[in-house]
């Protein structure tokens, strides 16, 4: 089977914009949640989220440095920070296909768990008010999930495999486990992927409100509210932006002298078949894919330094977690390291495991792994993990494992290696 | 009614984000001012809001200038 390893990297995230300034200010213990802003959320059981920094300058998003302003009605907010987290991951990657051949064997596969739900709740709105007349012409593509793919594939002129996954909150480790594999049976030699999402609305707060998931106890705190392992977590937070990655075919990579960031080793998938939405109690779908991961990896537990967990700071989720990482790590547990970034930056969501294979991959390179936040009072089922508790924690990270849990029971793991 | 031509062209500038100098009547959305099909349904949209006026499909089809949307709505539009 061909290699694949990460070329590019590309961050749009509470943190702000750009995969550099996103991990020192991630590895700084800086928290990206903060009241709500840009709609009314006075009546909104949850008043926190991690939104992206707007603006002019370093580190915030105008969406004017990536889509024209006349283009911009044309696609919902979540294609335009794929846009963006796509722009610089190419960028960085420094792929620029010369050849039709080159073009058609470079794909995109960015995926959303929600896509353009703000966009579909003003489209009824319109329909409601003014009749069908008055919807758009463009209400359909700015909505459409795999629009994040065809834009960022119609600006690069990438004609390979065009792809968006959708599941929940695994999304974007989905998308780039898959887009790794057509790079391995060589349907692409280069894939930019990975997972966007803009659901921080009325109708998406209310949504996950509604469904009792978000936290509603720290919302004059906001930068309290994401506590994962803690005993006083009460839900996620929900947040937005993108994450995307360009993986590369290794040989492809080695000839142009590419800058490669770590080698995607394993990839592990599996379904509950048990909730639409509550994990199940045994953790045993996240331990078969996470068990699937270091298979594919050929690589045992002791070889896996730190654990990127899916970690969303929910009282039930967070402790089966646990169990099935100390199930599967056994006695290596003791040498883990293990944290949930979404202490930082809350739940992205269907960008969630694209951001935090960014998170794992930049954890190997520097040595370095980020804390988790607000780890006050670990819940006592935590006794004998190291969770990285409000300071970043030096250590050599041979290997990174990240999980990403969706509703419907599908869960996600995925294992980066260093390269030397 | 002289006004209404200023109203078609500052829609068409705003919708197209063209200069306004190659906003002429003679100019064709999609040949020259790089309009696609979806722009062509959202600018009559845009006309019918400004000038209170129904444009029905088949007319829509056969505005494709600058100057067949100002004689259309001139025909048509009370204001």
């Given amino acids: 089977m061909r290699r694949v390893v990460v070329t590019g990297l590309g961050l749009v995230t509470p943190l702000g914009v750009g995969h550099k300034l996103n991990w020192e200010r991630l590895v700084a213990g800086e928290s990206g949640i903060r009241s709500i802003s840009g709609f009314d959320a006075s009546d909104l059981a949850s008043k926190v989220a991690g939104q992206v920094p707007r603006g002019e300058g370093d580190g915030l998003f105008n969406p004017d440095t990536f889509v024209p302003p006349k283009d911009q009605r044309k696609m919902d907010d979540f294609i335009i920070f794929a846009i963006a987290a796509a722009h610089e991951a190419i960028k960085d990657s420094g792929w620029v296909p010369q050849t039709e051949e080159d073009r058609e064997l470079t794909g995109v596969m960015v995926g959303s768990g929600i896509g353009g739900l703000p966009g579909i709740a003003d489209g009824a709105v319109t329909l409601h008010e003014k009749g069908p007349r008055r919807i758009s012409p463009f209400f359909i593509p700015a909505c459409l999930i795999n629009l994040a793919s065809g834009h960022i594939s119609i600006q690069h ?145 002791e070889d896996i330094d730190y654990v990127n967990a899916h970690g969303t700071s929910t009282p039930l989720g967070d402790e089966i977690e646990l169990g099935a990482v100390k199930r599967l790590f056994g006695s290596a547990v003791d040498k883990l390291t293990m944290s949930s970034t979404k202490s930082a930056i809350g739940h992205l969501l269907g960008a969630a495991g694209a951001v935090e294979a960014i998170y794992s991959i930049k954890a190997i390179n520097h040595s370095l792994v980020p804390p988790t936040l607000n780890l006050e009072n670990p819940s006592e089922s935590c006794l004998g993990v190291n969770l990285v508790p409000k300071v970043a924690q030096e250590r050599r990270v041979r290997a990174a494992l990240s999980n990403s849990f969706g509703f419907g029971g599908t869960n996600a793991s995925l294992v980066f290696k260093e390269f030397a | 009614m002289s006004d209404v031509a200023e109203r078609v062209k500052k829609i068409v500038v705003d919708h197209l984000g063209v200069e306004e100098a190659k906003v002429t009547e003679n100019a064709s959305f999609i040949d020259d001012l790089g309009a696609d099909s979806l722009d062509t349904v959202e600018l009559v949209m845009a006309f019918e809001e400004e000038f209170g006026c129904e444009i029905p499909d088949d007319a829509a089809e056969k505005i494709l200038t600058v100057k067949d949307a100002i004689d259309f709505i001139k025909a048509n539009a009370a204001a």
Wanted: aromatic share 6%; net charge negative.
């Fill in chain 1, 157 to 301: 002129g990438f004609k390979g495999p065009n792809h968006a996954v959708v599941t929940a909150c695994s999304t974007g480790a989905h998308a780039i486990g898959d887009a790794s594999r057509l790079i391995m049976l060589g349907d692409a030699d280069v894939m930019v992927a990975g997972g966007t999402e803009a659901a921080v609305s009325r109708l998406g707060v209310g949504g996950f409100a509604a469904m009792r998931a978000l936290s509603t106890n720290f919302n004059d705190t906001p930068e309290k509210a994401s506590r994962p392992y803690d005993k006083d977590r009460d839900g996620f937070v929900i947040s937005e932006g993108a994450g995307v990655v360009v993986l590369e075919e290794l040989e492809h990579a080695k000839k142009r002298g590419a800058h490669i960031y770590a080698e995607i080793v394993g990839y592990g998938l599996s379904g509950d078949a048990y909730h639409i939405s509550a994990p199940a109690e045994d953790g045993n779908g996240g331990f078969r894919a996470m068990r699937g991961a270091l298979k594919r990896a050929g690589l045992n537990p």
